[in-house]
């Protein structure tokens, strides 16, 4: 199949990290269009606000004062999705009625004490700071016998769900490894086994030879709007070298890092002049006591807008149904936030 192929025919794309598929349609783009496309308002935020629950000094649900922190803050969640004195128990109705509790630990990370500011606004030296304390809560709580995976992710935006724009994010950990990271974990894997190389690795050589989907870069990592991406202007960032989780962070990889994530989080905001909403996360190796040599540590950006600042892609129809399927191919998608980034940088 080539170029010309893939972007005016439909096809199916395979998502090498979960072997599932992903359907893209790149004809429907061209049809007529007749939903909103306003622009969204800007709200000027302050500061500080007095009844934020994130900001230093503030009171917390059940009283809980925050302190007057200066650059970053982690706290136990007040309404932790997960419990880590849960006992063990298993309900298995003859294996069609089947569940089994699990334990973890919640915690909310404050990037900034100051209310009005997200990642793209914060200075390269202060986004360090939140790589650091990502770096040490996944120590401290993957090296405690009941955590198997760590999962530390970011909601930013009214439409992610996120109930507060102070900025911050979120670290769940849990008992067992959840099922996007089991995905993964199986990929590379059965990779390792039959090539005998990394699945990443392989990946990466790819794209920095073609140059289609790759964003930006910087000496030790890559962002690329993945080959089977979903999500309108979803991205990847790929660290250049092999390596399994942030613990294996070298001194100069950890300012990368806080670069690389400055400089997407800009470009984002320019795609529709608006504080761009996503979901976004690192993913890294479990912390069950394996080895695992074939994981490479990757961080995922699912953003929902479509076609402005208010219109948000939905999973509804063939998409909740079969597979997920998008119009616009990702190489589109690529070269529209590599413009942004010659124009910025």
Request: net charge negative.
């Amino acid at each position: 199949m080539n170029e010309a192929v893939l972007l005016n025919n439909s096809h199916r794309r395979l998502n090498i990290l979960t072997g599932e598929w992903v359907l893209v349609s790149p004809h429907r783009w061209k049809r007529p269009w007749l939903g909103k496309e306003e622009e969204s308002s800007k709200v000027n935020l302050p500061d500080y606000e007095p009844d934020c629950y994130l900001c230093p000094g503030n009171e917390r649900a059940g009283g809980i004062r925050n302190p007057d922190y200066k650059k970053t803050f982690v706290f136990d969640n007040d309404f932790s999705a997960m419990r880590s004195d849960v006992q063990s128990s298993v309900l298995n109705n003859n294996e069609l009625l089947v569940a089994e509790a699990e334990s973890g630990i919640c915690r909310v990370v404050c990037f900034s004490p100051h209310h009005n500011l997200t990642l793209s606004e914060m200075k390269t030296q202060d986004i360090r700071l939140v790589v650091d304390v990502w770096i040490n809560q996944f120590t401290e709580l993957g090296d405690r016998e009941d955590i198997n995976y760590v999962q530390i992710f970011e909601n930013k935006g009214e439409i992610m769900g996120c109930s507060n724009p102070h900025p911050h994010g979120q670290i769940w950990a849990n008992k067992t490894v959840p099922v996007e990271p089991a995905k993964e974990t199986l990929r590379m894997q059965n990779y390792l086994e039959q090539k005998k190389t990394c699945i990443l690795c392989d990946y990466l050589y790819i794209e920095l030879k073609e140059k289609e989907r790759v964003v930006v870069e910087n000496d030790d990592f890559v962002v690329i709007v993945p080959f089977w991406a979903v999500w309108p202007f979803e991205t990847i960032i790929i660290s250049r070298r092999h390596f399994k989780d942030l613990i294996a962070f070298r001194e100069d990889e950890k300012n990368s890092f806080a670069d690389i994530l400055k400089k997407i989080s800009v470009v984002y905001d320019k795609v529709f002049n608006v504080s761009f909403p996503y979901s976004a996360g690192i993913h890294q190796a479990p912390t069950d006591g394996g080895e695992h040599s074939d994981w490479h540590f990757h961080y995922h950006f699912y953003p929902p807008l479509l076609r402005s600042a208010t219109v948000k892609k939905f999973m509804v129809g063939y998409e909740m149904l079969c597979n997920p399927q998008r119009d616009l191919p990702p190489e589109a998608n690529a070269e529209k936030l590599r413009v942004i980034v010659n124009e910025n940088y």
